[in-house]
């Protein structure tokens, strides 16, 4: 696994590393109705289930697999797995729970799949799976009774045990990288990285951990209110071979931030901003080549490592940001000192 880490920097030297861009997004073209959720297997669930995307990789694996293909194909390095609510709080909402493993580990191994027919196209390649570890659906930092600001729906045991097990599961199914995203709450952030320690503690491996933040306002700070320096400060000590942001803001929108980051992180940094911000229909209309335009500029400034897209993004967008990606040179990693 260290291996893996050190090939990591090796590329990410000499290359701006491509990030694929939305499931959730590509799912939605799929147009899929409660039966395909269902599948033959859960058709007589006591609860709906249109909406479990993860579940998908156990009902619907063709489907999960091919859009990991078609961001492979349009240039992403690493893609991540289809495992954004795949621990058993999340699942939870759905009486899930028992099938947290379950999940996991075929979304992990649906993406090895898909990488390996992919390099056994194109032997000269190196592409990657990350473990998509999302924020989880209850916060360890906020109270979701305004009644009762002390109140917590979750402890902190609670949310590491549950991300210890999405973390076995997707290491068993052939991941090459952890990556805990779309943050808006460190203290849940700090859940898993302290699961990801400790499984790598018991099982003597090292998995690269990616880190991804989410600033979701101009305010530039996190749900849980913190500032983008607050926030790499508070997890930087599991050693992330990158730190970035994700999620909620347009790139536009998340210039400054990207720009603040890169002079704070002593890592490697990236960005994988949404299609710009949602329309009045929840929708994204940003096109390919306007987000490849403005990332490119994040790039020429010397900000970016990696890069690619979260809501609304689509493999076209991929593929023209990584023909943008191709002519410029990766930020220089070196020593900065914090103020």
Not at 123 to 138: D, H, L, S, T, Y
Not at 176 to 196: G, R
Not at 276 to 283: D, F, K, S, V, Y
């Amino acid at each position: 696994m260290k291996s893996c880490k050190e090939g990591l920097k090796k590329i990410l030297d000499k290359h701006i590393m491509m990030i694929d861009g939305a499931m959730g997004t590509m799912i939605q073209r799929h147009k899929l109705f409660e039966a395909d959720y269902r599948g033959e297997r859960f058709k007589n669930w006591q609860l709906d289930l249109k909406g479990n995307n993860d579940l998908l990789c156990l009902t619907q694996p063709q489907i999960i697999k091919d859009i990991h293909r078609e961001y492979l194909d349009a240039g992403a390095d690493i893609i991540e797995t289809n495992t954004f609510n795949a621990q058993r709080v999340s699942l939870a909402d759905y009486q899930m729970e028992s099938l947290a493993f379950e999940i996991n580990d075929a979304a992990a191994s649906l993406a090895r799949q898909a990488v390996d027919e992919y390099l056994a196209d194109y032997p000269n390649e190196q592409k990657f799976v990350a473990g998509a570890i999302g924020p989880m659906n209850k916060t360890l930092s906020l109270s979701p009774d305004v009644n009762q600001p002390g109140y917590r729906a979750i402890t902190f045991d609670e949310v590491a045990s549950a991300y210890y097990e999405q973390i076995d599961a997707l290491v068993k199914g052939g991941v090459d990288i952890l990556l805990v995203e779309t943050i808006f709450d460190t203290l849940n952030a700090k859940a898993a990285i302290f699961a990801i320690k400790k499984y790598s503690r018991e099982q003597n491996i090292e998995l690269p951990i990616m880190i991804s933040g989410t600033i979701t306002d101009a305010s530039g700070r996190t749900l849980s209110g913190q500032t983008l320096e607050a926030f790499f400060i508070s997890v930087m000590h599991a050693n992330p071979i990158s730190i970035g942001l994700n999620c909620a803001l347009g790139a536009e929108q998340m210039r400054p931030h990207v720009e603040e980051l890169a002079s704070l992180a002593d890592c490697y940094v990236s960005c994988y901003p949404n299609a710009g911000l949602p329309n009045a229909m929840g929708e994204y209309d940003e096109t390919a080549e306007e987000m490849a335009e403005i990332v490119g500029s994040f790039a020429k400034e010397g900000w970016l490592n990696l890069v690619g897209g979260c809501c609304g993004t689509t493999p076209d967008h991929i593929r023209a940001i990584a023909k943008v990606m191709k002519q410029i040179q990766p930020r220089i990693v070196g020593e900065v000192l914090l103020s």
